[in-house]
């Protein structure tokens, strides 16, 4: 699936519809090269999850914990990350939970140690704007996918061909 995303509002509206979508739990990887939105995106499910304030990106501590009504979200940057293994040190295992949300940017710095993902998008630049490309990789996943194609909110937003830039 393919979505449109003119500006940053968009993006927190879709982060906010796929939040919704997700109901608390699940493992959403967000790839980009940077300054494509994978944060603005997180901005946007944490809202969904009832969270008002400042969301920035974990890049130093590698993980940023919040406790929102629907449960646990961990929003997770490994921009930073110099080995897979480091998400061991820091207890990563305990956090990928089935009661959990875990949002990963960067996700391919924590390959070979890393879940499979119950959904990838993949933000690139498009014109003037940002377009997300959205993978189902679990179950979990396709329903989700379901979900999306079905909101009304993002009905203007669905194409499905990728667009060039």
Do not use: N
């Not at 995106?41 to 890049?59: E, M, Q, Y």
């Not at 449960?71 to 080995?83: K, T």
């Not at 959205?134 to 061909?161: K, Q």
């Amino acid at each position: 699936m393919h979505i449109r995303l003119d500006d940053e509002d968009r993006q927190v509206v879709f982060g906010q519809c796929l939040g919704r979508a997700l109901k608390g739990r699940g493992r959403i990887y967000l790839e980009g090269e940077l300054g494509a939105g994978k944060t603005t995106l997180t901005r946007g499910i944490l809202r969904a999850h009832g969270h008002a304030g400042a969301v920035k990106s974990p890049t130093y501590t590698l993980v940023e914990p919040y406790e929102l009504t629907e449960g646990r979200v961990y929003h997770f940057d490994l921009y930073r990350l110099g080995d897979p293994e480091e998400l061991e040190f820091i207890g990563g295992r305990d956090l990928f939970t089935d009661d959990a949300l875990c949002i990963v940017e960067w996700p391919s710095r924590g390959k070979g140690w890393l879940p499979l993902p119950d959904l990838s998008v993949a933000l690139s630049l498009c014109g003037s704007g940002r377009e997300a490309l959205l993978e189902a990789h679990t179950e979990h996943g396709r329903v989700l996918l379901e979900a999306l194609s079905l909101d009304a909110t993002l009905a203007d937003m669905i194409s499905e061909e990728r667009e060039t830039p």
